[in-house]
């Protein structure tokens, strides 16, 4: 399957509810050929209006830990679960993931990341472990396939809770060290 195929499939998509109230698919952005994959759960608002992920202000303060850590947003691809936003950004539903996830992974098969990085717990529970405690296990790395994952907070509860921004820059800092080992 080429990206173009898999970016129209999903633009088409007819699968769940949520196609009917969305303004745009959210297909995802970013290096084709990234190092690193950063997943998300769902879409919210402003990326709905814009067909682009990680856009408002969750997204804004996400690219400043980027920044932060020296990691050029262009050089990783950013995607969510579902490419579709839920109705009042509720946390998708498990029937949804299911109609979407295929999207995914289809993704990871194009791109071949050698590290993916969920944000927040949603991505963590469906993609690492479906106990997965992000409170606890956040910045924790798993050996999944071919793939080494870890999750950090989702940019809107460091929002919410500026408290745990300090453990979303350590967590931010590995995740530079590794991409840099991989990368010499």
């Keep these: 399957m080429t990206w173009e195929e898999l970016e129209k499939q999903c633009n088409e998509c007819t699968k769940c509810e949520l196609c009917k109230t969305r303004t745009n698919t959210v297909f995802g952005c970013g290096n084709r050929n990234a190092d690193i994959m950063f997943i998300g759960e769902a879409p919210g608002e402003k990326e709905d209006l814009s067909g682009t992920p990680f856009v408002g202000r969750a997204g ?3 690219d400043k830990y980027l920044e932060a850590v020296g ?3 262009e050089d990783v691809y950013i995607a969510n679960m579902l490419k579709c936003r ?4 509720r946390d998708p539903l498990p029937s949804e993931q299911d109609m979407c ?5 289809d993704q990871i ?4 990341p050698k590290m993916i990085v969920c944000l927040g717990r949603i991505s963590a529970m469906r993609l690492i472990d479906p106990n997965y405690k992000i409170t606890v296990q956040h910045g924790q790395w798993v050996r999944k396939g071919n793939f080494d994952m ?4 989702h940019p809107s509860l460091l929002l919410r809770d500026p408290r745990k921004k300090e453990d979303m820059l350590t967590d ?3 995740i530079k060290r590794r991409l840099d080992l991989i990368r010499s």
């Design 60 to 62: 804004q303060l996400f």
């Design 71 to 73: 990691i050029e947003r």
């Design 86 to 89: 839920p109705p009042k950004n």
């Design 101 to 105: 996830i295929e999207y995914l992974r």
């Design 109 to 112: 098969r194009l791109i071949k």
């Design 150 to 153: 870890t999750a950090v907070f």
């Design 172 to 174: 931010m800092k590995e």
